[in-house]
């Protein structure tokens, strides 16, 4: 798309990851962190080896993890950045090289 206002047309729902995805583009970084943390905190958590769950909403798990850590990178938190991902397990971290990256 060449608009940049065309997304308000596409992400006109009142699901989560619609909200979400709005936020993100508009740069609403406070939104985007209380959504994921929100998410996160009510959906199961992984365990090793399991294939990762989808929410009612269709979002993943490790994509919120990542979409919720950019979050606080443009916040500029990065000690509590560095501290989540330090408590990540090395299974996650290992699959997404954007969360090695942040480490």
Do not use: F
Not at 83 to 99: F, K
């Amino acid at each position: 798309m060449e608009d940049p206002d065309a997304i308000y047309s596409v992400l006109q729902g009142t699901a989560l990851s619609t909200q979400l995805l709005r936020h993100e583009h508009e740069g609403n970084w406070a939104r985007v962190l209380e959504g994921y943390d929100q998410h996160l905190s009510t959906t199961a958590p992984l365990h090793l080896g399991s294939s990762l769950p989808l929410s009612e909403d269709g979002l993943e798990h490790e994509g919120m993890q990542r979409s919720l850590l950019h979050a606080l990178q443009q916040l500029g938190c990065l000690h509590v950045l560095q501290a989540y991902i330090g408590a990540m397990p090395p299974s996650t971290l290992a699959r997404s090289s954007e969360m090695r990256e942040a480490r």
